[in-house]
């Protein structure tokens, strides 16, 4: 069990560009989540993923955010025309089936967008 | 629509005192709660979970929690802290009984230092 991996750790972008995260859950959950923490402030849910189906989005995901689970496993999540707004550390998460409230969390991926 | 209030932003301590942080939800119905410690730099770790049973829940390290349903409060204590305790620490909560998605909703989190 080698946790839930997040790359880039770290993105510094300029205004207006692309950036894509990358998410590989804990082997075998089929859940899994991304959320958003901003510098003072507790993570705030995106949207969630129980195998390839995205079942939830947060109205806090502007039609700029984009997020996949192709095959079920990793996870991309996608921002356009990035805004100084969007800093914040993006953070994956992923839980088991039949254990959901059990809910294991990456180190996050922290974007500065410049 | 669930809400949590953590009372204290940062809470300083001295090495070896007892702490108390504070915890109040809003919710119209039942809910889970969580604490979740950030050590600088890294995501977050699970702390521990009431989801029912025993309202006092207790962590591997020395860190407990009560639920009191009365007063919608899941304060965390310790009765002796040390220098690795120094952390953010987030208390969550999520509804009850839902299949699916299980959103966590967080406090502000609260900043324990502590001093030698």
């Known amino acids: 069990d080698t946790g839930v991996s997040q790359d880039p750790r770290h993105k510094i972008t300029k205004r207006g560009q692309n950036v894509t995260f990358r998410c590989d859950p804990i082997?075998?959950?089929?859940?899994l989540y991304w959320y958003r923490q901003t510098l003072g402030q507790g993570p705030e849910f995106l949207t969630y993923?129980?195998?390839?189906?995205?079942?939830?989005k947060s109205r806090l995901l502007s039609n700029r955010f984009s997020a996949e689970r192709p095959k079920g496993s990793f996870s991309t999540l996608e921002i356009q025309r990035t805004e100084q707004g969007d800093s914040a550390m993006y953070l994956c998460?992923?839980?088991?089936?039949?254990?959901?409230?059990?809910?294991?969390f990456g180190e996050g991926s922290w974007l500065t967008v410049v | 629509a669930q809400s949590v209030t953590q009372l204290d932003s940062q809470v300083p301590v001295f090495e070896e005192a007892p702490v108390e942080l504070r915890c109040n939800y809003s919710?119209?119905?039942?809910?889970?709660l969580f604490w979740y410690v950030q050590y600088p730099n890294q995501g977050l770790q699970l702390l521990l979970k009431?989801?029912?049973?025993?309202?006092l829940v207790k962590s591997i390290n020395g860190f407990e929690a009560e639920f009191n349903k009365s007063q919608t409060s899941f304060h965390l204590r310790k009765p002796s802290v040390h220098i690795s305790d120094t952390a953010e620490y987030f208390c969550a909560v999520s509804r009850r009984g839902l299949q699916g998605a299980q959103k966590l909703v967080f406090g502000q989190g609260t900043r324990l230092t502590i001093n030698p």
């Open positions: 082997s075998e959950h089929n859940r």
């Open positions: 919710s119209s119905v039942s809910v889970y």
């Open positions: 998460a992923s839980s088991p089936q039949g254990n959901r409230n059990t809910i294991y």
């Open positions: 009431y989801l029912s049973g025993s309202t």
């Open positions: 993923f129980q195998n390839e189906a995205q079942l939830e």
